[in-house]
């Protein structure tokens, strides 16, 4: 990884991301995976299905008892809202209907945020460019906790609550690390999901409205799916700041799990990159990689040497707009 210095208690580098030479190396190597990328026909199919099954689930759940709401929120819906958020991930990428529609994909990720029950979509696109473009980049890349998180969530209990509230500090970040405008296409997005919200209320009441959002809530907070934000980028062995996971919870999350493989090739969608660690298996097996995400919120909350602060961090320089 080139020289560190301790700045704080983040690991700071001063190297470039590792994915940017892999990729020129695995491109190299295997013109083929060129072929991976454009958009996975299948997408859009399966993300609709997912929105109507949650429709379907607002009617079924508008007369239980409110402990049953709760409880279908977390075993069901939230698994479903959380994929949807994956789904909304690739679809940032333009893998639903390629670059050419970009457009098209905008609205497309709108569509797939209406379970959710909060705008996100937009927003998230607007960030995650910088994800991966300024990866551990300081004041750059949100996904990086804040030195407050760092430095307070630092004991077993702290740490079970940073996961707890961790869709509220995911959310609010971003405001007070890197501020950036309020585009048009935020607007519309929340239009378009408080109208939907409304429209679900004044036909079934609040209990399919709480039904969705507690679903979001809780299962981006403690939940075995949610163990992908900490196994992705959180420094579990010094020098490896991206981890891959290859279990089973991939057929949930759209491949989600295939992480070092997506940062080394953003535009392949989910669905092709078990291909890109076949065919360029040498660059991949030998990296450290996850078995269990339950295991890696485990370990996040017990494990001393594990919290907050366990993120490579490096200073960038911002990129020409084109």
Same mark, same amino acid.
């Given at each position: 990884?080139?020289n560190r210095?301790?700045?704080?208690?983040? *690991?700071?580098v001063?190297t470039?991301?590792?994915?940017?030479?892999?990729?020129?190396e695995?491109l190299?190597k295997?013109?083929?995976?060129?072929t991976?990328m454009?958009?996975d $026909?299948?997408?859009?199919w399966?993300?609709?299905?997912?929105?109507?099954?949650?429709?379907?689930?607002?009617?079924l759940?508008k007369d239980l008892p409110?402990?049953w709401?709760?409880f279908w929120?977390?075993?069901?819906?939230?698994?479903?809202?959380?994929?949807?958020?994956?789904?909304?991930?690739?679809i940032s990428h333009?893998?639903?209907?390629?670059n050419k529609?970009?457009r098209w994909?905008?609205?497309?990720a709108i569509f797939?945020n209406l379970?959710?029950?909060?705008?996100?979509?937009a927003s998230?696109k607007?960030?995650?460019?910088?994800?991966h473009?300024y990866?551990?980049?300081d004041?750059l890349?949100v996904?990086i906790?804040?030195?407050?998180?760092?430095?307070?969530?630092?004991?077993p209990?702290?740490?079970l609550?940073?996961?707890?509230?961790q869709?509220?500090?995911?959310?609010?970040?971003?405001l007070?690390v890197n501020?950036?405008?309020?585009?048009?296409?935020?607007?519309?997005?929340?239009l378009?999901q408080?109208?939907?919200?409304?429209?679900?209320?004044?036909?079934?009441?609040?209990?399919p409205i709480?039904y969705?959002?507690?679903?979001?809530?809780?299962?981006m907070?403690i939940h075995?799916?949610s163990?992908?934000?900490?196994a992705?980028?959180?420094?579990?062995?010094?020098?490896?700041e991206?981890?891959?996971?290859?279990?089973?919870l991939?057929?949930?999350?759209?491949?989600?799990?295939?992480?070092? *493989?997506?940062?080394?090739?953003?535009?392949?969608?989910?669905?092709r990159l078990p291909?890109?660690?076949?065919i360029a298996?040498?660059?991949?097996?030998?990296?450290?990689?996850?078995?269990?995400?339950?295991?890696?919120?485990w370990?996040f909350?017990f494990?001393?040497?594990?919290g $907050?602060?366990?993120?490579?961090?490096?200073?960038c320089k911002l990129a020409? *707009?084109?």
């Amino acid at each position: 990884m080139g020289n560190r210095v301790t700045r704080g208690d983040f *690991e700071w580098v001063y190297t470039e991301q590792p994915h940017t030479q892999r990729r020129k190396e695995i491109l190299a190597k295997y013109p083929e995976i060129k072929t991976l990328m454009g958009p996975d $026909p299948h997408l859009k199919w399966i993300v609709s299905g997912m929105v109507f099954v949650q429709f379907l689930a607002c009617y079924l759940v508008k007369d239980l008892p409110w402990k049953w709401v709760f409880f279908w929120a977390y075993a069901f819906g939230g698994c479903i809202n959380h994929s949807l958020t994956l789904a909304i991930h690739d679809i940032s990428h333009n893998v639903a209907f390629g670059n050419k529609q970009a457009r098209w994909n905008r609205w497309f990720a709108i569509f797939a945020n209406l379970p959710v029950g909060v705008p996100y979509s937009a927003s998230f696109k607007k960030y995650h460019i910088d994800h991966h473009r300024y990866l551990g980049g300081d004041n750059l890349d949100v996904d990086i906790p804040t030195d407050f998180e760092g430095w307070f969530f630092c004991t077993p209990l702290r740490k079970l609550l940073w996961l707890f509230l961790q869709p509220l500090f995911y959310s609010l970040r971003p405001l007070y690390v890197n501020p950036k405008a309020i585009t048009q296409m935020e607007i519309f997005n929340a239009l378009v999901q408080f109208s939907i919200d409304l429209i679900i209320y004044s036909l079934w009441g609040l209990k399919p409205i709480i039904y969705l959002i507690a679903g979001t809530i809780l299962c981006m907070g403690i939940h075995p799916i949610s163990g992908h934000f900490i196994a992705e980028h959180y420094m579990f062995l010094k020098g490896y700041e991206t981890y891959s996971y290859y279990g089973p919870l991939n057929w949930l999350t759209f491949n989600v799990g295939y992480h070092m *493989e997506h940062h080394d090739f953003p535009s392949i969608p989910g669905c092709r990159l078990p291909m890109v660690k076949k065919i360029a298996a040498e660059y991949y097996d030998n990296l450290p990689h996850h078995q269990s995400w339950i295991r890696v919120l485990w370990d996040f909350v017990f494990d001393d040497t594990i919290g $907050p602060y366990s993120r490579v961090k490096r200073l960038c320089k911002l990129a020409k *707009e084109s």
